[in-house]
């Protein structure tokens, strides 16, 4: 069985502020592969306004540092650089890299390719994609998005999950549900430390699950009382209304890739979501047990 060792993050942690809301821990192909900033680290540089710290008056009306303050004779930056921290003994880092050489040959065999590919589905969302361009954002809607596991690709089986894009018109046709076991020949991509499976043909069901089939309709309502979050809240990201987007910023003054957390749930203040409380009822735990929502969250 293959499990791709890009997922792991119990091997580094870091300081930046980015990734406070899940504990300063970072996936290792954050560090490794898009970064690349393990062990040298990286600089951050932070804006400053000498005018506003002192608790004067900006004369072209801003109240935060921005992209349009650094001709201004009042501007100040502050130059960091942060290191990630290994976690784990040099031996199982050792064992980790060797298991990250050995997945770079798969992923050189494999990517690219179009290949047999299948599993058990547990998860179907809407494939949601934030475009940018200036000052305009739109949420734009390109099928779904399906998680497979456990899975495989040709002949190797997965430990951890693959991902399925599939377009509207194949969701009418098949009516794939949670639990379903499926089979497809596909493209196999990689992506941001993922492996997805694009544009699949000969599609076939195995075996229904019996779980209702994922509508348009439904995924158009998520897409309308979709929320961004601040950061990416960790019991977000284990929430199945939770969903990662990627954000494709075309006026390219952003050039690295980043993502950005929605609550398809529409609630944009995670301490007052009631997720924590049906865990712990779940769990078998007194909901007063669970703590009261903050005041201080900010908006």
Known sequence: MLYNPYKQKDIFVCRHEAHRDFEYRVSAWHVLREKRCYPHGCIDFIWKCKLLSKGGTCHKGYQFVGTNCGQCRHYDEEKIQRYPEL????????????????????????????????????DIRPNLIRRVDGRRSVLTQRGFLIRLSPAYIARDGFD???????????QK???????????????IRFHRGRIVIEDTRRFFVDERGGGEPATWDRALLDRINAVTLEGQPGRCMQ????????????????????????????????????????????????????PAPSDSVQK
């Open 160 to 170: 951890d999950a693959l991902y399925l894009r599939i377009s509207n018109a194949q």
């Open 87 to 122: 976690q784990v003994s040099e031996e199982r880092y050792q064992m980790f890299l060797r298991d990250c050489t050995l997945f770079d040959e798969w992923l050189e065999d494999h990517v690219g390719r179009q290949l047999e590919a299948g599993g058990r589905i547990t």
């Open 239 to 290: 929430c199945e209304r939770g969903v990662l987007v990627d954000v494709e910023d075309g006026s390219q003054r952003r050039r690295s890739p980043r993502r950005e957390m929605l609550c398809l749930e529409g609630i944009g203040r995670p301490r007052e979501c009631p997720y924590e409380i049906m865990q712990a009822m779940h769990d078998g735990r007194r909901p007063d047990s669970v």
């Open 173 to 187: 046709r098949h009516r794939l549900a949670v639990y379903d076991s499926i089979e497809c020949h596909g493209w």
